[in-house]
């Protein structure tokens, strides 16, 4: 029986850098097949690692290739530039010794049948080993920073003193925040369990279940992790749950729910619901909802549907809560999803603030008298926070907004903001909307 062909480690991740920097492709969705393709785990660890950085440092590491090269590559050709990148962010970011990365990466444009790309990718490489790693692109505001021109002026915008803090806090590798099930165990508990593994670890504030463990390490080191003691999830996400003061016998609607972080954590802190709905557009997402219900121990119904379009899933009783993590930008988990400062696009924004807007509209008649609907974004733009929530206001004047008194955040006109890195959490924002 034949041998399989080794996968050359650069040339798998440049294929993925390529599709999402030039086919629009997520992360999430190309990079999982490529690392199936590798048997290896340290080179499966590479490859991520190459992916996730070079997207991080995109902007950047493109201002250095435009600058190394006499002319643009051709469109045809996006994959040697995607190497290129992944072969300057080695030389940049990484503990690699230079000359063997060099070397590498020029054998990975041969794996990717460019044979006449190996001399350009080695000119390119070598000239920036020689200029050494104080040279690098000339503007301190845009390229420095790795991240679009249009989004840089977007955060100037809305965040005139803390713009270019955001955007370096988008470039630092995230934490790795847990949530303590206490329904299964203590949070002090857990922590003796997680320096009983050797691991690192301290709690969070503001949550009641929060733990940072420092280094990260991989899901599969944390104890008790398949037994349902603790979720992977953000301290700002932590936040939402506790926000929507849940009480015995309650509807309780979470309306895009998948993967179900905020759906679990619902559940853990009111196991007594009457009924806890979990709604997402995409049954593949809900299959790994299902999953941590089920890993977890705690119960609600998953419904494949459209949130914007209740005449196809609501039995007409009203909910007491409504979660509106409401899709959005993502710009305060850039950090954790580099590829967003790639993908997206001026236009989206507005793009988004209108799907926010039907949303809002659509659940709003759904909410019972004296009820809650809690509006959650992962951005940081006022156009998907207090401008949807203020235009919302003007349209309904039987909605209020409840102060949410916390000393974590920003308190807004309608709502609360967190930076993406205050407090080593995530950027967001909420909102609690009451019906008078």
């Excluded at 097949?33 to 590798?38: F, Q, S, V, Y």
């Excluded at 050709?77 to 995607?82: C, I, L, M, P």
């Excluded at 299964?184 to 003796?192: F, G, M, Q, T």
């Amino acid at each position: 029986m034949a041998r399989a062909t080794p996968v050359d480690s650069r040339a798998e991740a440049a294929r993925v850098v390529s599709l999402v920097a030039r086919r629009g492709r997520s992360l999430s969705q190309v990079l999982p097949a490529a690392l199936a393709r590798i048997a290896d785990p340290r080179e499966r660890a590479l490859v991520q690692e190459l992916c996730f950085g070079t997207l991080r440092w995109y902007w950047r590491l493109a201002a250095l290739a435009d600058r190394a090269l006499r002319r643009p590559l051709r469109a045809r050709d996006a994959d040697v530039h995607a190497l290129l990148l992944v072969g300057l962010y080695q030389l940049t970011e990484l503990d690699i010794p230079g000359h063997a990365a060099v070397d590498a990466t020029v054998r990975a444009a041969r794996a990717l049948g460019k044979e006449w790309a190996a001399g350009l990718i080695n000119a390119v490489l070598r000239g920036r080993l020689r200029e050494g790693p104080a040279s690098g692109p000339p503007d301190e505001g845009d390229a420095r920073l790795a991240h679009p021109p249009w989004l840089l002026e977007a955060l100037r915008r809305d965040w005139p003193g803390d713009w270019y803090a955001l955007a370096r806090a988008a470039n630092v590798r995230p934490p790795l925040h847990l949530r303590v099930n206490r329904m299964h165990i203590a949070r002090p508990a857990y922590l003796e369990r997680l320096a009983q593994a050797g691991l690192a670890a301290r709690a969070l504030p503001y949550t009641a279940s929060g733990v940072v463990v420092e280094p990260p390490v991989p899901v599969a080191q944390l104890p008790g992790f398949d037994a349902g003691l603790v979720s992977v999830q953000d301290a700002a996400a932590q936040l939402a749950a506790p926000l929507l003061c849940s009480a015995p016998g309650q509807r309780v609607l979470d309306a895009c729910a998948a993967p179900g972080g905020k759906t679990t954590h619902i559940a853990e802190l009111e196991p007594r619901l009457g009924y806890l709905l979990a709604l997402d557009r995409d049954a593949a997402r809900l299959t790994r909802l299902r999953a941590n219900l089920r890993r977890l121990g705690v119960r609600a119904e998953a419904q494949a549907a459209d949130a914007a379009r209740p005449g196809d899933w609501w039995d007409g009783r009203a909910f007491d809560r409504i979660l509106l993590d409401a899709p959005c930008s993502g710009t305060g988990v850039m950090r954790r999803h580099p590829d967003i400062k790639v993908l997206r696009r001026p236009s989206d924004i507005d793009a988004f603030a209108h799907v926010q807007d039907g949303l809002l509209e659509a659940l709003w008649p759904l909410l019972g008298s004296g009820g809650m609907l809690l509006y959650a974004t992962c951005s940081l733009l006022a156009q998907e926070n207090d401008r949807r929530i203020e235009a919302f206001l003007d349209r309904h004047p039987e909605a209020r907004v409840r102060e949410i008194r916390a000393e974590w955040g920003r308190a807004c006109a309608f709502g609360r903001r967190i930076l993406t890195g205050a407090d080593g959490m995530d950027g967001f924002y909420y909102a609690c909307v009451e019906k008078c």
